[in-house]
């Protein structure tokens, strides 16, 4: 059981950061409160993207010392992946934050809830 | 190589630069770029599917001078081309038809972005329809998620946002569910492209290694691919987006956005996991139930709410659970039946979506019981309207009449699976009865003085602007008509359809 | 009436919190299950570890002439997923640009109580006027070297952009005005974007209908190598720091 803890320590960690990331944005109302957890869960899952690629006792992959021979080096694919998530996660997080400042310009809270109800209460008055 | 297998390539990066050179320009000539690289788009997918059809078989593209385990690749089949085909219709269409709600709705600066975006959405859409690696999926998952986010929020107001960030946040959850799916997947097989995925998972289910992983991973990749279609317990965010948008933005948005997604799950069932596979994991149970609830319960909801773009919305969701529901089905009979529904839905909804644009006018919603008399008024657009909802119902002659028949005859061959699918279909057609007839006499039987009188009051409180210009009211006639015939032809001759999909699905594994 | 819906409300959260909960947990058990079933981490028996990985390292010098064997995979071999990445950022531009473009300040109310104009910050101003150069050296430095060193146009992009913020928080949006504002960085971004567009094209279409490419790829190492990487790396720079300088000038004032 612990060597497998050991094992898989990595992998389990990113599992449990990743049921955080997305319990907070399930149970918290609050958006900016939403979006950390967006964060939580995309970090997450780059860890465990990461972790893929790494092997003990190998080096990072650019070439040192002239040495072309693969057991040289880790595995660059989940880097790449784990680079091209990264920029997905940044331009989501910077259109969700915008939107934030507009509902927040508009409503005066952050809290959904209290949104969601305010624009229903605006929908009954046009009625 | 021939030239014509460059096609699919090239209509990607069409809509890219179109989408791309709509950021310089301004409005006017905005619209024609993107109308004209969608038309352009069109017409070759057009080419490829006849060519693809006569020759019977698919091929692969490589993007890049690396060959299959090492670049990314696309794939070109009927199926795809079919998609691609019905995705670009869609998006035309939508966009003459709802001129007088771009004019109207959209800040006068920002309307060149929202034909930037239309593109981006058609050029991801084709990327997620063509593409035969998992993870290039991924990326263009994400941009088709914050182009509609565009399309839900570019009226800008704060209905608008909030439908947004709620849509935002439930596609986000989706996405991160097939992102980690896609990580445990390469994980376990050392690959990224589709058909090495595919021979190495079918390689590792035969030495029985791996079998929790690999249910699960189907499990997460299905999940996460349904909450972004929006099927029953995820549909939360469907009616908000959809009723608060503009027209075009609505009629995208159902008609393609979220199937895209569903076509990309058929993609993952068939090539990505494999069938059988995907069969031993029991999976096709959850969605054909998910898929049942959804056609109970979208309906229910439909009927209960009072508002035409919400109850059309509520619509969507049902319909989407009868897509699921044929892919549940778990048989090449019922994929069939699943892609054809997608297409004739696809069409329909979004027919419906701009028809009922006539009748809110420059309000975002109607009452249905508002909707007195208003046939005699819109003549065109309510009889469009009905067409479409009695497509929808399965009225005989319309393609969703079809679409029911291959659903049903699909489940023929499936034991219990028949039971369930047969009372559902049943169940639910009823239901949609009662909530679009109640539309349609509703727009015919008040007819006569009441309706005439009703005109001249309505007409003096409509400011100027908000109304159609004549040249408007002429495209979007010709655009909701050519949608009825395509309907109507479809339903008329099924059999080109269907036989192209049957053969498409055949080389599709 | 308020107070029956206040109890459906709470009725409603109950049972959508239990409901939730119990979801996580399933999700979370799942999870670590199927975690445990996965091959072993670090080892050399990873899946990962097979012939794609090998060609990456083996073959890459050869073939992309970069010596960061990651960018040779993520603008070479698989260029069509960072194709697609640079798009994601494009749009989530084009959609920050809606929602925020052209809305005033004066929206604001006393609730935000941020001042916009900058103060006369003696130690910002003096510390910017180190700093910024070096940031920006920085970020210049790293978008050249990304195919021979760690980093790559979006990490020195978003080096750059992160100075420009600084300068335009220490000496005043007005300032940076003069060379970075709508236009100039639209046409930045535009031409970046169309460049970055053209040249993979080009090496779309010619690898796959099986043509040299014709690109010289120069000696490894040298700063002028690996054909195409190094004008995609200063495009994604370019777009990358506008970005990321434009979502902080909308965020902060409703313009670039």
């Known amino acids: 059981m612990f060597e497998q803890i050991y094992n898989h320590f990595n992998d389990i960690v ?33 860890l465990l993207l990461a972790s893929q690629g790494f092997i003990r006792g190998r080096i990072a992959p650019i070439l040192t010392d002239g040495s072309e021979s693969a057991v040289t080096y880790i595995n660059p694919i989940p880097s790449g992946l784990v680079l091209t998530g990264i920029v997905v996660s940044v331009s989501v997080t910077a259109l969700m934050l915008s939107m934030t400042i507009r509902l927040y310009r508009k409503y005066r809270t952050l809290d959904l809830d209290e949104i969601l109800m305010k624009i229903r209460q605006e929908r009954e008055e046009e009625d | 190589m021939d030239f014509i297998m460059n096609f699919p390539f090239f209509s990607i990066m069409i809509c890219m630069l179109a989408a791309l050179s709509s950021f310089m320009l301004g409005r006017k000539a905005a619209a024609i770029v993107a109308k004209g690289a969608i038309f352009i788009t069109l017409v070759l997918s057009v080419v490829l599917t006849g060519w693809l059809h006569v020759r019977g078989e698919s091929f692969v593209y490589m993007m890049g001078h690396f060959p299959a385990p090492w670049g990314n690749e696309i794939r070109a089949g009927e199926l795809e081309g079919v998609m691609a085909i019905f995705t670009c219709i869609v998006a035309l269409l939508s966009l003459t038809a709802g001129k007088t709600s771009i004019r109207t709705a959209v800040d006068k600066s920002k309307q060149n972005l929202f034909y930037l975006i239309t593109c981006l959405m058609e050029a991801s859409l084709l990327a997620l329809i063509y593409t035969n690696d998992i993870f290039t999926g991924y990326v263009f998952i994400e941009i088709n998620t914050i182009a509609g986010c565009g399309l839900i929020m ?59 992983t690999i249910t699960i991973i189907t499990a997460l990749m299905t999940v996460g691919l349904s909450i972004k279609s929006g099927l029953f317990p995820f549909h939360l965010w469907i009616p908000d987006a959809y009723a608060v948008s503009i027209v075009p933005s609505s009629a995208m948005l159902s008609g393609m956005v979220s199937k895209g997604y569903i076509f990309l799950l058929i993609k993952l069932i068939y090539r990505v996991i494999g069938f059988d596979v995907f069969r031993s994991t029991g999976v096709f149970d959850l969605i054909f139930v998910a898929g049942i609830a959804a056609m109970i319960m979208g309906s229910v909801a439909a009927i209960r709410s009072g508002y ?50 006539s009748f809110t006018g420059k309000k975002e919603d109607i009452k249905i019981s508002d909707l007195k008399g208003l046939g005699h008024k819109h003549p065109v657009s309510a009889a469009t309207f009905s067409a479409a909802a009695l497509s929808i119902v399965g009225f005989p002659l319309f393609a969703g009449f079809i679409a029911k028949m291959l659903l049903a005859n699909a489940s023929f061959t499936e034991g219990w699976r028949m039971y369930g699918a047969i009372c559902a279909i049943a169940v639910s057609t009823i239901l949609n009865v009662v909530y679009f007839f109640r539309c349609i006499i509703n727009l015919y039987a008040y007819g006569g003085f009441d309706g005439k009188e009703d005109e001249t009051a309505v007409v003096a409180t409509e400011e100027p602007q908000f109304a159609p210009t004549r040249y408007e009211k002429t495209i979007h006639g010709i655009s909701v008509v050519l949608l009825a015939l395509i309907n109507l032809y479809i339903g008329f001759a099924p059999k080109l359809l269907t036989s192209i999909l049957t053969k498409g699905l055949n080389v599709f594994d | 009436m308020d107070r029956i819906n206040n109890n459906e409300k709470k009725r409603f959260y109950t049972v959508f919190k239990i409901v939730a909960t119990i979801l996580m947990i399933c999700l979370a058990a799942s999870l670590i299950i199927c975690m445990f079933d996965m091959p072993r981490l670090f080892s050399e028996e990873h899946p990962g570890e097979n012939v794609v990985a090998e060609r990456y ?90 195919h021979l060193s760690p980093g ?60 040299e490419s014709g690109i010289p790829l120069g000696t490894p190492g040298a700063i002028l190598s690996s054909g195409l990487i190094l004008i995609l790396n200063i495009c994604v720079g370019f777009v990358v720091a506008c970005t990321m300088y434009s979502f902080f000038s909308l965020m902060r004032r409703g313009k670039i």
């Open chain 1, 14 to 46: 990113a599992a449990l950061l990743f049921v955080i990331g997305f319990s907070n944005l399930l149970f918290q109302k609050n958006l900016i409160k939403k979006i950390i957890g967006l964060n939580i869960m995309d970090v997450a899952i780059y």
């Open chain 2, 154 to 212: 570019i009226k800008n107001n704060g209905r608008a946002i909030a439908s947004a960030v709620r849509y935002m946040v439930v596609s986000l959850v989706g996405s991160g569910l097939f992102l980690i799916g896609t990580t445990l997947l390469y994980s376990i097989t050392g690959h990224l492209l589709m058909e090495n995925i595919n021979s190495s998972v079918a390689e590792i289910h035969a030495s029985g290694n791996y079998s929790v």
């Open chain 2, 308 to 357: 035409l773009r919400r109850m059309t919305a509520y619509s969507s969701v049902s319909q989407i659970g009868y897509i699921f529901m044929g892919i549940g089905i778990a048989n090449e009979a019922g994929a069939v039946a699943a892609i054809f529904h997608i297409i004739t839905h696809g069409l329909t909804k979004s027919l419906l979506f701009m028809s009922a644009a």
């Open chain 3, 57 to 146: 390292i083996e073959s890459g010098i050869e073939e992309t002439g970069a010596v960061n064997f990651v960018a040779g995979m993520i603008l070479d071999y698989r260029a069509f997923d960072t194709f697609g990445e640079s798009n994601v950022l494009f749009a989530a531009t084009i959609c920050v640009m809606v929602l925020l473009l052209g809305h005033k300040p004066s929206d604001r109310s006393e609730h935000e109580t941020v001042p916009r104009t900058v103060k006369n910050d003696v130690i910002l101003k003096t510390i910017a006027k180190f700093a910024v150069p070096f940031i920006l050296m920085f970020g210049i430095y790293v978008i050249l070297n990304g």
């Open chain 3, 152 to 211: 790559g146009g979006f990490s020195g992009g978003a080096i750059v952009g992160s100075g420009f913020i600084l300068a335009a928080v220490s000496f005043g949006f007005d300032r940076m005005e003069k060379f970075l504002n709508k236009k100039s960085a639209g046409i930045i971004t535009f031409v970046s974007l169309l460049v970055y567009c053209l040249a993979k094209s080009y090496s779309f279409f010619t690898g796959a209908n099986h043509l």
